[in-house]
């Protein structure tokens, strides 16, 4: 598209391949959510991947459930919240084998802010 406006949703394919003669294993694929845009929840896939995000800016990754924050309550108690996909930065695709000569696709959506 030439042209993208707020609440336009993108769609990210990532292609990939597997060119030696033997079996790739725990092969990984990161790729940024575009500033300007934010993922669209649950929109991530990837046949056979351990699908993880971040939102340190690719320095670390977890399940959605294990990305969490801590907020201060008005009693003083700390409370732990899961943080929402519009705050991912990161995502990450952990295949676990790729054959030889094999080829797959992984991909995800974000929404224009």
């Excluded at 336009?8 to 033997?22: A, E, Q, R």
């Excluded at 939102?55 to 003083?76: A, C, N």
């Amino acid at each position: 598209a030439d042209t993208v406006n707020p609440g336009d949703v993108i769609f990210y394919t990532l292609n990939y391949v597997n060119t030696g003669d033997d079996p790739a294993t725990n092969a990984v694929m990161n790729d940024a959510i575009p500033k300007g845009t934010a993922y669209v929840d649950g929109s991530a896939f990837g046949n056979g991947a351990a699908i993880t995000f971040s939102i340190d800016g690719g320095k670390t990754f977890k399940e959605p459930s294990l990305l969490t924050y801590e907020v201060k309550l008005p009693d003083g108690k700390i409370e732990k919240r899961v943080v929402s996909p519009e705050k991912y930065t990161h995502i990450r695709w952990t295949v676990g084998v790729i054959p030889a000569h094999g080829s797959g696709q992984a991909g995800f959506q974000t929404r224009v802010k």
